[in-house]
């Protein structure tokens, strides 16, 4: 899972807190990304005014990737982004349905999971570092995306976190048998 929580300093700690225990939880109960995220979200509607927009994952040996959306930004394979349905994020609104995506990760390609503090990492011009430039650079790794996004921004205050997560996979279930 992946997720960004609205607002900073206190409201957005007690969010946070909501949610960090509650997919260990679930998990043991529900056997889908889109499961996991409408428990989350019952969870946190009408627990205050936050919310958070999160992608929820389940990769298998196979490399077979299962995704649900809450109103988080969409995850690329190997630079391509891949479309999922638009959804609400966690907390707004109960009666919400997360449908699911699948794709397949092959050995050597990358799967990367942005949050919103890339694409909106501002320049001292007030230029955004975007989505074309986080497209073009989502099949490198987490860490060079992240400093690729911080590094534009420098001398401008950023008003979000700048958080990248790249699933790779290095090997076929088959060789991990053999």
């Known amino acids: 899972m992946l997720g960004d929580v609205s607002g900073k300093g206190l409201k957005a700690a007690m969010t946070v807190s909501l949610i960090v225990g509650t997919p260990r939880t679930y998990a043991e109960f529900y ?32 490399g077979r990737i299962t995704l649900a959306n809450a109103g988080h930004p969409n995850p690329y394979l190997n630079g391509v982004e891949i479309a999922t349905e638009a959804n609400l994020p966690l907390g707004l609104a109960l009666d919400v349905h997360y449908s699911e995506s699948t794709l397949q990760l092959d050995p050597g390609q990358l799967c990367t999971l942005v949050t919103d503090g890339v694409v909106e990492a501002t320049s001292s011009t007030r230029e955004l570092f975007g989505f074309d430039r986080t497209r073009a650079m989502s099949a490198q790794p987490a860490a060079r995306i992240a400093e690729a996004a911080r590094n534009f921004g420098v001398g401008a205050p950023q008003a979000d976190d700048i958080t990248v997560l790249t699933i790779a996979r290095t090997m076929n279930a088959a060789q991990a048998v053999a």
């Open 31 to 62: 056997s889908s990304p889109a499961e996991l995220l409408a428990g989350l979200n019952r969870r946190l509607h009408g627990r205050g005014e936050g919310f958070a927009t999160c992608l929820a994952l389940m990769v298998e040996p196979s």
